[in-house]
Nanobody, 125 residues
């Protein structure tokens, strides 16, 4: 699986961005997709995931109600709509694919086998 993330940029606090991740290489609908982020000097952390073709979603507590993950299996794409952005959301955002992932491990970095290159989101105060 090859992943290409895009859509990052500079936005003021309270603004919105939509990240996209284009996937190729295998049957996309059978793969759980996730978004992670890594702020400067911090460890990479789980943000959101959407489970295979069923579409069950999972979120980091601090982004619930502000971020929405979705997927378009016809386009082999996953999206992260980010609203009400805060300076603490500043990070490089990565999309990831977990073909073998099980539901109980959806928040674990090690559950994902493929990673995109990351896209930088900067939220100014």
């Amino acid at each position: 699986v090859q992943l290409q993330a895009s859509g990052g940029g500079l936005v003021q606090a309270g603004g919105s961005l939509r990240l996209s991740c284009a996937a190729s290489g295998r049957t996309f609908s059978s793969v759980t997709m996730g978004w992670f982020r890594q702020a400067a000097g911090k460890e990479r952390e789980f943000v959101a995931a959407i489970f295979r073709s069923g579409g069950a979603t999972y979120y980091k507590d601090s982004v619930k109600g502000r971020f929405t993950i979705s997927r378009d299996n016809a386009k082999n794409a996953v999206y992260l709509q980010m609203n009400s952005l805060k300076p603490d959301d500043t990070a490089v955002y990565y999309c990831a694919a977990g073909p073998r992932l099980i539901m109980s491990t959806v928040r674990m970095i090690t559950s994902y086998d493929y990673w995109g290159q990351g896209t930088l989101v900067t939220v100014s105060s």
